[in-house]
Structure formats: C-alpha cells, structure tokens
C-alpha cells in the first residue's frame, strides 16, 4: 500500500498559507509563485483526501480538517528544523511561534519586535493574535501573551503587566466631561469579554449604573476607533492601550481618575526546562524589554 506521507514541500507550503491566510502571501515568503503555492496545495489536499482550505477572493481560511492538523505539520516542522540545525549547524534562523493578545501585540510588539530583530537576526519571530482560548490551542505555539487567568492557557507562565483604567474620548467630547455623573449623558463603549469594565468603573466612581447607554464590541482597539470617531466614551486599559488611544487621539476624560484592573498579561508556556532556545531567546528578551521601558514585570 502506498505511503499517505505527504511530500515535505507540500507540508512546507500548507504551513505558510495556513498562518499567512493567503496564498500569495506564502509565495512571498517561500520565493514561490501563488499559482505554485496552490497547485501545491491542491496535491496535498488530493494525497489526504480532504479540503484544507476555503478560497476567498484574496485570502484563504482553514477548514475544520485544515484546523486539525496544522498543530502537527508546524511542530513536525519545527522539530526537522531543531534536529537539523544541532546536528549540521546553523544553516537557517531559527523560529519562535509566538500566539499574543492583540492589544499587548499592538501596544507592545508591533514596536518591541524590530528591536528584537536587531539584537537577535538568528531568531526570526512568527507572530499571531487571538484573544480567545479556542483559537490559540488549534495551533502549535513556543509562547503564549494571554489577558487573564494564565492556567487556562499553558502549565508555566511568568507575569507581565497589571491594567489601568480610565475613561476617554475624542477632545470635543471629552471637554464636556467635567464630573464623574456627565459620563451618564454619553454612550459607553464596552468591551464585553473583560471581567473589569464601566459596571467597575462606575462602582469606583460611586454612581448609579440604572439607565446606562453601551455599545458592545469585543476588542479595545476597535473601541478606542469608536471613540475617536466620536461614538462614545471608551475605557483605557492602560499600559498596553497607550499607542492606540494616543494614536487615534483620545483624551482623558477625568484627569486623574484611574481604577486598577482586576486581570493582567502573563506569558505562557509548557514549561521553562522544554523551552525550544529560541523560544528562551525571546522570552528573557521580552521580560528585560519591559523593564526597559519602563514597565518592569510584575
């Protein structure tokens, strides 16, 4: 009976589409074409039997079977990569899978790596977003940055950053804040998967909380954009929030007011002793960062 194995090639360019969600994005980074990615793709699909990926017009997502087996193909990968790399030398930088939150990603990484770039060119850094814990564990992942409880991501973790909250809005509406009850005369935009939001906020600010107004969305990013767009008044979830909120050109609402979070980052992983070297690479270079900037690891 003939070997279901697939070709190492086809492995190769399934990976970079499943974590690119394009198919000419992957050519870009294989130095292939997009029309070789896919009829790569197809022989791979025809060799197991099964769809792996949907066609959209620009972009590609898995499907459930794609989803399923791509852990696998990158850790396969990765462990080829490690062995080869040990017992013939360096022939190729190493990668770290990195899964973050998206707003320390974007208040943090998005800067923070270029840095990283610089101090470690041996270590090439693959980095996705996700918020939810569903979506992290249907791929293979070196570290994890996680917002809240940190058990229920990995076994290890070490802590990063606490959060402060405040109100902010765009300056023509923030200058007709000038107490605590003219929150009540706006909406109030409220990210809806965090523990401490305006119910909190309001708790320590001692007001009612009967009549509110909200508008719901499930990420501060596209809050602190909401607001910006004079849609209502959002929360800072300072310090991972401050490049965007100052980005989109908010201002505090009441100068002064701030409210501790009741959830931080926390980097996660299987244990520190099984930790890849490029995976420690980073994760001591992520720790020292912080301390550089300003914000020392809790």
């Known amino acids: 009976m003939a070997s279901r194995i697939p070709s190492l090639n086809w492995l190769r360019v399934f990976e970079a589409a499943a974590r690119t969600e394009s198919?000419?994005?992957?050519?870009?980074?294989?130095?292939?074409?997009?029309?070789?990615?896919?009829?790569?793709?197809?022989?791979?699909?025809?060799?197991?039997?099964?769809?792996?990926?949907?066609?959209?017009?620009?972009?590609?997502t898995l499907t459930e079977a794609g989803r399923g087996y791509l852990p696998s193909v990158q850790q396969s990968l990765l462990m080829l990569e490690t062995a080869t790399t040990g017992l013939f030398g360096e022939t190729r930088q190493q990668r770290v899978f990195v899964q973050s939150n998206m707003l320390f990603a974007h208040g943090f990484l998005a800067a923070g790596i270029p840095v990283f770039n610089e101090t470690h060119p041996d270590v090439?850094?693959?980095?996705?977003?996700?918020?939810?814990?569903?979506?992290?564990?249907?791929?293979?992942?070196?570290?994890?940055?996680?917002?809240?409880?940190?058990?229920?991501?990995?076994?290890?973790?070490?802590?990063?950053?606490?959060?402060?909250?405040?109100?902010?809005?765009?300056?023509?509406?923030?200058?007709?804040?000038n107490s605590p009850h003219d929150l009540l005369d706006h909406v109030l935009i409220e990210v809806a998967s965090?523990?401490?939001?305006?119910?909190?906020?309001?708790?320590?600010?001692?007001?009612?909380?009967?009549?509110?107004?909200?508008?719901?969305?499930?990420?501060?990013?596209l809050a602190s954009t909401m607001a910006a767009a004079g849609g209502g008044v959002c929360l800072a979830r300072s310090p991972a929030s401050d490049v965007i909120t100052s980005l989109s050109g908010l201002m505090p609402c009441l100068p002064g007011f701030e409210v501790p979070g009741q959830e931080g980052y926390h980097l996660v992983y299987s244990d520190k002793p099984s930790l890849r070297p490029a995976a420690l690479v980073f994760r001591n270079w992520l720790l020292d960062y912080l301390t550089e900037n300003g914000h020392p690891p809790d």
């Open 194 to 221: 965090h523990r401490a939001g305006w119910p909190y906020v309001f708790k320590a600010l001692k007001l009612p909380r009967g009549s509110l107004r909200h508008t719901f969305v499930d990420n501060t990013i």
């Open 124 to 177: 090439r850094v693959m980095l996705g977003t996700s918020n939810q814990a569903s979506e992290s564990a249907s791929q293979f992942t070196d570290l994890q940055i996680v917002f809240g409880n940190p058990t229920l991501f990995g076994a290890s973790h070490d802590p990063l950053l606490e959060e402060r909250l405040f109100p902010m809005a765009a300056p023509e509406v923030a200058e007709r804040i």
């Open 23 to 60: 198919f000419a994005r992957a050519a870009q980074q294989l130095n292939m074409s997009a029309a070789a990615v896919s009829q790569q793709v197809k022989a791979l699909e025809s060799q197991l039997g099964a769809r792996l990926f949907v066609r959209h017009p620009h972009s590609v």
